[in-house]
């Protein structure tokens, strides 16, 4: 898997934190890398997945670190 965050290699542990996520949290860190706009009723259609799925998948890519949000709920995006 391509991306670690910063927190991880600085910790030595960059595998660790991404061998933590399971595949659909690692689908949606790529759908976001790709379209760091996207809401999650976007990445849900576009993964095929529910709403709900999504913001818990969020959540976790936020706690871990991965992600954060950057702007307002309306105009804001991801930043990794």
Not at 20 to 41: E, F, I, M
Not at 43 to 60: C, D, E, H, P, Q
């Amino acid at each position: 898997y391509s991306f670690v965050p910063e927190w991880a290699i600085a910790l030595g542990r960059p595998n660790d934190a991404v061998d933590s996520l399971n595949s659909t949290q690692k689908r949606v860190l790529d759908y976001l890398r790709s379209a760091p706009s996207a809401t999650s009723d976007d990445v849900a259609k576009a993964l095929g997945i529910s709403t709900s799925s999504v913001r818990k998948i969020f959540m976790k890519l936020k706690s871990l670190g991965f992600i954060k949000r950057a702007g307002s709920k309306r105009d804001g995006r991801w930043t990794f």
